[in-house]
Nanobody, 115 residues
Framework: QGQTVESGGGLVQPGGSLTLSCARP????????MAWFRQSPTGKQRELVA????????KYIDSVKGRFTISRDNSSTTMTLQMRSLRPDDTAVYYC????????WGQGTQVTVSS
């Protein structure tokens, strides 16, 4: 199995949108409850942002509800996080992993929200 690869980050103005992607060559995500995490510049540890269960049930932390959407593709080889109405406090490095973080962490993808 390959390493986890996150992509899609960048610099965006407040109110903007980004879509992050996660892939792990050789791995199907469907057997796992998957999640997105983030670590802010001042964060002491990674924070769970959103997760998607094997049956497709999704959960979000309060600060991103209504703005972020987590999903898997039909082949379940990639996972995405659609982010809209971005705020400066969304600035962080975003990572994907299983909900119980059983995989080594990837490099993450930097999201910077700034005017």
């Amino acid at each position: 199995q390959g390493q986890t690869v996150e992509s899609g980050g960048g610099l965006v103005q407040p109110g903007g949108s980004l879509t992050l992607s996660c892939a792990r060559p050789g791995t199907f995500f469907l057997p796992y409850r998957m999640a997105w995490f983030r670590q802010s510049p001042t964060g002491k540890q990674r924070e769970l942002v959103a997760d998607i269960s094997r049956d497709g049930t999704t959960k979000y932390i309060d600060s991103v509800k209504g703005r972020f959407t987590i999903s898997r593709d039909n082949s379940s080889t990639t996972m995405t996080l659609q982010m809209r109405s971005l705020r400066p406090d969304d600035t962080a490095v975003y990572y994907c992993n299983t909900y119980t973080t059983i995989w080594p962490w990837g490099q993450g993808t930097q999201v910077t929200v700034s005017s």
